[in-house]
């Protein structure tokens, strides 16, 4: 089954890193991606762009508003689509990528949803 693994932080925080730490963090995440890889598990994944560049439509209003603004502390930052056989297996799979996030100081939380597919299509 796919899962979806939304990880949410303090974009000012992740956005506040040099270079030099940005990549460490990106080789401790690497790790992670290349076992992940290695077992045939991970799909797409993305860092997203700034709530600044991003856009939200409301249901019944017509107009497009600048960014999510929504009232919280953490926003969406990123996503990774993974390929585990259990509910159990996702949440293992997400723990590890936040082990890394924690010792590169950003950390933050994730959330790990089951996907349903509407579409006929590839899916790994």
């Known amino acids: 089954m796919l899962y979806a ?6 974009e000012a925080k992740v956005r506040s ?7 460490a963090l990106m080789a401790k ?27 939200t439509l409301r ?3 017509v107009n497009v508003h600048d960014g999510p603004f929504a ?4 926003q969406l930052l990123g996503l990774y689509l993974v390929e585990c056989e259990s ?7 997400a723990r590890e990528l936040e082990v890394e996030r924690l010792r590169a100081g950003v ?9 349903l597919q509407f579409f006929e299509g590839t899916t790994l």
Not at 5 to 10: E, Q, R, T, V
Not at 17 to 23: E, G, H, I, N, T
Not at 30 to 51: A, C
């Open 5 to 10: 693994i939304l990880c949410y932080g303090a």
């Open 17 to 23: 890193l040099d270079k030099k730490a940005d990549d």
């Open 29 to 55: 995440l690497g790790v992670v991606h290349q076992k992940l890889v290695d077992e045939k598990k991970l799909g797409p994944h993305f860092r997203l762009m700034t709530t600044g560049n991003a856009k």
């Open 59 to 61: 249901a019944g209003d």
């Open 71 to 74: 009232e919280t502390k953490e």
């Open 87 to 93: 509910l159990d297996t996702a949440l293992e799979t």
């Open 107 to 115: 950390g933050g939380s994730l959330e790990v949803r089951p996907l």
